[in-house]
């Protein structure tokens, strides 16, 4: 091939890899026996001449390796993934190397995980299956694993892009809860659809399901019974739970973080959860991955999974097809992905700016 384009893991599907072999490139997928590459190792996978390289959220893509890459002639990065905190795309622009994430293939998927985890923490899911498998059932009891009933009580979502509101959409539809959302920007497209299913429930002579526009993040840590954290994480968002805020939440609530961990103040969470055991949380994220901050994995009220929100087969070979399509475009010479504005160019789409 004209063109060599390495992959810093081996990505689920064979789309990806004819794409790029079809239009010329060789690809070269790095088999180490380890999880987390070294920034070494990935000097090592860019060698002396890489046109183009995907790499995933566990390594740190800054000015190192852009530099690297750079010298081996690079012109494009892809993240296997929606969110690029792990990316300096600053430094990228420096050395003239485009930036690519990939968006909308795992809104729906996240967004369930998210859904599963609020059901897993609302019902006790995991407490109870090993209950079960300890032999410990000894038969029916009004009083065992009683949870919490979703149906007529409210849903907060932080951050309603693409899969906050899709998150939103199915708690409402799905469990007929109020929803309360916070973002800068207003999802008109997420209240029209709240205020038609509303319709429709009162239209069957059943309690209207309703939405409200948080004007700041605390008000929803107050009024929900069930948060949802879909933020970016950047300087703004990094410990935006924190012990003051959690304070704020009800006693009974239930926290679900698909994410990013570091959006979480962890530590103050431990403390949190075992201070009210009425409180539960259901995390895929963690802050220092692949991590738990001591306690956490003794917390009955915790349901933890490993970073696996957009895990579907579906899902992740769109992500690989996308990651290897942003960097196929630019090796080609598509100016699609030089500006770093154009990072993401949906995010947002469902929501319109503030008046
Ligand atoms: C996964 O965490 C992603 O950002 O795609
Ligand atoms: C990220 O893709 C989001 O929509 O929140």
Same mark, same amino acid.
């Given at each position: 091939g004209k063109y060599r384009v390495v992959s810093t893991k081996p990505m689920p599907g064979t789309r990806w890899i004819n794409l790029l072999v079809d239009q010329g490139c060789r690809v070269e997928i790095c088999h180490l026996k380890k999880t987390i590459l070294s920034v070494e190792d990935i000097i090592d996978l860019i060698g002396d001449k890489c046109d183009g390289v995907i790499g995933q959220l566990t390594e740190d893509w800054g000015e190192t390796l852009f530099s690297a890459l750079s010298k081996a002639g690079g012109k494009a990065f892809s993240n296997m993934?929606?969110? *690029?905190? !792990? =990316?300096d795309v600053e430094a990228a622009n420096k050395y003239g190397i485009a930036v690519g994430n990939t968006p909308g293939v795992l809104t729906e998927t996240t967004a369930e995980l998210a859904a599963s985890l609020s059901l897993a923490a609302a019902r006790r899911i995991v407490e109870a299956d090993e209950f079960m498998r300890g032999g410990l059932y000894e038969g029916w009891l009004p009083h065992l694993f009683v949870g919490n009933l979703l149906k007529g009580q409210t849903v907060g979502v932080i951050g309603a892009g693409r899969i906050g509101s899709a998150y939103a959409r199915m708690m409402v539809e799905g469990f007929k809860m109020n929803l309360i959302y916070f973002d800068l920007y207003q999802s008109t497209r997420l209240e029209k659809f709240v205020t038609a299913y509303g319709q429709f429930l009162k239209a069957n002579g059943e309690q209207p399901v309703t939405w409200k526009r948080a004007s700041s993040m605390e008000e929803v840590l107050r009024e929900a019974d069930l948060i949802s954290l879909h933020p970016v994480l950047d300087k703004t968002t990094y410990h935006l739970v924190n012990k003051e805020r959690l304070a704020m939440m009800k006693k009974e609530a239930i926290l679900v973080n698909?994410?990013?961990? $570091? =959006?979480?103040d962890e530590a103050a969470l431990v403390d949190h959860l075992r201070e009210n055991p009425m409180f539960r949380v259901g995390l /895929? =994220? %963690?802050?220092e991955e692949p991590f738990m901050k001591p306690g956490l994995a003794d917390m009955k009220n915790a349901v933890v999974v490993p970073h696996i929100a957009s895990a579907s087969k579906w899902t992740r070979e769109g992500m690989a097809t996308l990651a290897a399509l942003n960097v196929l475009g630019r090796v080609k010479? *598509? $100016?699609?992905?030089? /500006? $770093? !504005?154009?990072? /993401? $160019? %949906?995010? !947002?789409?469902?929501a319109s700016p503030p008046n």
């Open positions: 993934a929606v969110g *690029y905190n !792990n =990316v698909c994410s990013r961990g $570091p =959006v979480i /895929d =994220v %963690f802050e010479g *598509y $100016p699609i992905w030089n /500006d $770093p !504005n154009r990072v /993401d $160019p %949906f995010l !947002n789409e469902n």
